[in-house]
């Protein structure tokens, strides 16, 4: 599976960017898609992620201002990001991987960059 993410961009403090994560390849139906961050000196983390059947995983520091969401008919993730703030700043990663039996499938899209003026 192929993934490229878009959407990155310079935005102000508590502006808001949408970013795409398209998938492309031999997708199977059991399957879950996350978007991760690193930012400057950072270790990468997640920060949400969707299951094929719609169950969303939000991390705390984020809820209530990023949303993820996918149309599974295009294949394709997004991440609403609102009331961005500067530690938001990190390269953004959309992540693909199979849930169904093991050996679990795992593929990484190429970043996309966001950064956060403040």
């Known amino acids: 599976v192929q993934l490229q993410a878009s959407g990155g961009g310079l935005v102000q403090a508590g502006g808001s960017l949408r970013l795409s994560c398209a998938a492309s390849?031999?997708?199977?139906?059991?399957?879950?898609m996350g978007w991760y961050r690193q930012g400057p000196g950072q270790d990468r983390e997640l920060v949400a992620a969707?299951?094929?059947?719609?169950?969303?995983n939000v991390v705390s520091s984020v809820k209530g201002r990023f949303t993820i969401s996918r149309d599974n008919a295009k294949n394709t993730m997004y991440l609403q990001m609102t009331s961005l703030k500067p530690e938001d700043t990190a390269v953004y990663f959309c992540?693909?991987?199979?849930?169904?039996?093991?050996?679990?499938?795992?593929?990484w899209g190429q970043g996309t960059l966001v950064t956060v003026s403040s």
């Open positions: 992540k693909y991987w199979t849930t169904a039996m093991p050996p679990q499938y795992i593929s």
């Open positions: 390849g031999n997708i199977v139906s059991d399957n879950a």
């Open positions: 969707i299951t094929s059947g719609g169950r969303t």
